[in-house]
């Protein structure tokens, strides 16, 4: 850790008494405190992102075909292939071979999720293509409790070590896309999706 975070940490640590909600992080000395999987679904929730426990990546379908019924969406989508063996048909979801400018929803998986932030880490390739989670309005994001890490440094690490060199896109979705460009009134959706849902499995 670097001599200028580890002062700006101190600071923090310091001043958590009067400081607002979302800077009492409980990470001291780069550790965070608390469980990782409650702190990262906390985060998202912050972000605006919504997110439900499942128990298997098997009852994935089930639960995405009560969320889409729940917004009154099509029962369809568009999903990266390592889920096309999972039973859509007996959820009685169809499934898009591609995302295109008319797909209302995409699934994905993510390579690591930063509980400090309630970021998912995306990293593009031709099995995990950044389409999926790009232009539906709704993305909805499979979150296996195993690829949880507690900080950015660590999902990097672990990008390290997995991967050997960064992909060709590493995306990192912090909740709904937003702007205040407008009339600097707060807009979701200007940029990609307005809704992102997780499914964290474990």
């Known amino acids: 850790m670097s001599t ?5 940490l101190a600071r923090l640590r310091t001043q958590s008494g009067n400081a607002p909600a979302h800077l009492a992080s409980p990470i001291a000395n780069g550790v965070m405190e608390d469980d ?47 889920y096309d063996p999972l ?8 499934r898009a071979p591609v995302a295109d400018s008319h797909t209302l929803v995409g699934l994905t998986g993510c390579f690591a999720a930063i509980a400090e932030t309630g970021t998912l880490m995306l990293c593009s390739s031709a099995t995990t293509p950044a389409i999926t989670s790009l232009l539906p309005e709704t993305h909805i994001a499979v979150v296996m409790a195993s690829q949880i890490v507690r900080t950015m440094e660590e ?27 407008i ?20």
């Open 4 to 8: 200028a975070r580890e002062r700006i």
């Open 36 to 82: 990782p999987i409650a702190r990262f679904m906390a985060r998202a929730n912050a972000l605006q992102s919504t997110a439900e426990r499942l128990a298997s990546l098997d009852t994935v379908p089930l639960a995405v075909a009560a969320y889409l019924q729940s917004h009154k969406l099509p029962q369809q989508l568009v999903c990266w292939p390592q």
């Open 87 to 94: 039973d859509w048909a007996g959820a009685s979801i169809v």
């Open 155 to 181: 999902g990097f690490q672990r990008l390290q070590t997995t991967l050997g060199r960064p992909p060709r896109a590493v995306n990192f979705v912090s909740g709904p896309s937003r702007t205040g460009d």
């Open 183 to 202: 009339e600097q009134t707060m807009t979701l959706g200007a940029h990609g999706p307005y809704r992102v849902h997780l499914l964290l499995v474990g």
